[in-house]
């Protein structure tokens, strides 16, 4: 009996597609092959390239930050967002409040007094 042919190409893994990048660039380092077989070995590169981004990309909107723990002990998630606009200090900052306040502890403008340093 004649195998069944599928017509959706298997897009393959991300681990894949990285181990296959890491041997071409091997090859292109090597300065073995030609100019038509570089040129080949590139372009096929590039294709593993982007369907490593585009999976790293489709990773990042699935991963849900943990917000809190209800009472139960159950987390509390939300999704994660990587087009916000506050930049990495600012969201350290909230967050370095938000556990102060829970604490608490000095406020930070008391203990970044640059006048008790000496």
Known sequence: ???????????????????ELET?????????LGLAESLEEYELGVKHLKSCYQQLSTAERRIELVSQVDASGEPQT???????????????????????????????SEVDDASSLF
């Open 78 to 108: 939300e999704p994660f967002d990587d087009e916000s606009s506050a930049s990495l200090d600012e969201k350290g900052a909230t967050r370095s409040r938000r556990r102060s306040v829970k604490r608490g502890a000095v406020k930070r």
């Open 1 to 19: 009996m004649p195998k069944k042919k599928t017509t959706k190409s298997k897009r393959p893994t991300f681990e894949e597609s990285l181990a």
């Open 24 to 32: 071409i660039v091997a090859k292109l380092e090597g300065g073995q």
